[in-house]
C-alpha cells in the first residue's frame, strides 16, 4: 500500500462522499496549493537539459531522469491545429461516444487478477442548470481514424500557476490511439457543455447556450509512454491517463480555470485504504444516453480492484452504467473537505453497461503530470 505523502495528515484518514454528489455542493475556487499539497514556490524547475536516448524499460518509469521526458514529449510529435468554426453544431450532435474499451470479468486471460465487480449504479443526470462546481467537467471533441468522437475531461488544479489553471485530465484513449496509432485530430474541451439545459429532449439551441464557458483548444499534450508503446485491452490501460494544456479558441488571455471559476487537484498516489466510495462523472453518448446529459455514477462501496499485470497499480473498478462518451471523466472523492480526482474512465463493459474501470494515478502519473506541468508550454 502506497504512503500518504501529504503533509500534515495522519495516514490513516478515511475520506468519504458527503452527500450524493462529490461536485455538486461544491463551488470550488482557486488555491495556491497544487495536486500535492505543494506550493508554486516549489513547482519551479530548471530548463530541460538536452535529450538523451530514453530508457527502453517502461514500467513505472522510476529510472526516467528530465531529459528523458523531454526526448519522449519531443518524439511524441504532437500537433492540433483546428480550424474556426470547425466544430459545428451539427458536427458535435454528430459525433460518437469514444467507446470505454471492453473487458468481460467473465473472460479468462492468464495473468489477470480481479476481484468480483461491485453492483451496477445507475447513472444519474445533473439537475440543470449544472452547479457552479461542475463547471470544471466537460466533454472533449476530435477527430479519430473512424470519424468524430467525444469524451469527456476534468480542469484540473497546475501547481506551477495556481489559480490560472489551463490544464485539462483525461484518459489516454482520448487523444491517442496506442501502439502503431497517432494522436487524434482536431481536440476541443468544452467546460460545463449544455449546463443550461438548453440542448435537452431535441431542443434547438445556439453555440453560447450550449458551450457556456467558451471552447478551448489543445495545444500540447501528453499521455503515458507505455500507452503509446502497448495496445489492446490489458496492463497498459492500467495506465490510460492523458494531460492536455488548451487555450481559449477566442484569444482570450483569461486562463480556464478563471474562466469557469475552480479546479481539481489530482490526488496522486492515494492510499486505497482512504477510498471508500467515488464519484464518476461523464457525458455518456451510446444508447441510452445521448451525450447531452452531465451524468453520474455515486459508488457507495470501496472500488473493487482490476490488474493484467501485478508489477502495475491495480485499476479501480466501480458499479456504473455511463456508456460511450463518459470515457475520461473524473472520478471524485472529497478530501480535506474538497473533491480531488483519483482516476478516470478507462474501461468497462457493454449491453449491459454494469461497471468503469479507472488507473490508480501513481507515481508514473504524477512523474508524467509533474514535467508536464512545470516544462511543457
Known amino acids: 500500500m502506497p504512503k500518504n505523502t501529504s503533509r500534515g495528515r495522519a495516514p490513516r484518514r478515511r475520506t468519504t ?41 517502461l514500467g513505472d518509469l522510476a529510472g526516467w531522469k528530465l531529459e528523458d521526458w523531454a526526448r519522449f514529449v519531443s518524439d511524441s510529435g504532437f500537433a492540433n491545429e483546428v480550424a474556426q468554426g470547425f466544430w459545428s453544431i451539427a458536427r458535435m450532435e454528430a459525433a460518437k461516444g469514444r467507446p470505454t474499451p471492453e473487458y468481460s470479468h467473465t473472460a479468462a486471460q492468464s495473468g489477470v487478477q480481479r476481484d468480483a465487480p461491485p453492483a451496477a449504479v ?3 443526470p445533473q439537475p440543470h442548470p449544472y452547479d457552479p462546481g461542475t463547471a470544471v467537467v466537460g466533454k472533449i471533441f476530435m477527430t479519430t481514424p473512424e470519424g468524430d468522437a467525444v469524451c469527456s475531461g476534468t480542469v484540473v488544479s497546475d501547481p506551477v500557476n495556481p489559480g490560472r489553471s489551463n490544464l485539462v485530465y483525461t484518459a489516454a484513449h482520448c487523444l491517442h490511439d ?26 434547438r439551441y445556439t453555440e453560447q447556450q450550449v458551450s457556456p464557458y467558451g471552447r478551448w483548444t489543445a495545444v500540447r499534450a501528453l499521455v503515458s509512454p507505455t500507452w503509446v508503446k502497448e495496445s489492446g485491452v490489458g496492463a497498459h490501460n492500467q495506465y490510460d491517463y492523458g494531460i492536455i494544456r488548451v487555450r481559449n479558441e477566442n484569444g482570450s488571455g483569461t486562463s480556464l480555470e478563471e474562466t469557469v471559476g475552480g479546479s481539481v487537484p489530482v490526488w496522486f498516489n492515494a492510499p486505497r ?3 471508500t466510495s467515488a464519484a464518476s462523472y461523464g457525458y455518456p453518448a451510446e444508447r441510452p444516453f445521448d451525450g447531452m446529459e452531465l451524468d453520474r455514477c ?16 491495480p485499476m479501480y473498478v466501480i458499479g456504473c452504467t455511463m456508456t460511450g462518451g463518459s470515457s475520461g471523466g473524473g ?38 503530470f509533474d514535467y508536464f506541468s512545470k516544462n511543457v508550454r
Open 298 to 313: 455515486d459508488s457507495p462501496v470501496p472500488p473493487a480492484r482490476l490488474s493484467f499485470d501485478q508489477t502495475r497499480p
Open 122 to 124: 445507475p447513472a444519474k
Open 273 to 275: 485504504d482512504q477510498i
Open 178 to 203: 496506442g501502439q502503431g496509432g497517432g494522436w487524434l485530430k482536431n481536440i476541443v474541451f468544452v467546460p460545463g457543455f449544455n449546463r443550461d439545459g438548453q440542448a435537452s429532449r431535441g431542443k
Open 331 to 368: 472520478w471524485f472523492i472529497r478530501k480535506d473537505g474538497k473533491p480531488n480526482l483519483i482516476s478516470v474512465n478507462s474501461i468497462g463493459n457493454r449491453n449491459p453497461s454494469e461497471y468503469l474501470a479507472g488507473p490508480s494515478l501513481q507515481d508514473q502519473a504524477k512523474q508524467a
Open 17 to 57: 462522499l458527503a452527500g450524493a454528489a462529490v461536485l455538486a455542493a461544491l463551488a470550488l475556487t482557486a488555491t495556491a496549493c497544487g495536486p500535492d499539497g505543494s506550493g508554486a514556490d516549489a513547482a519551479a524547475s530548471a530548463p530541460a537539459a538536452l535529450p538523451k536516448p530514453a530508457p527502453t524499460s
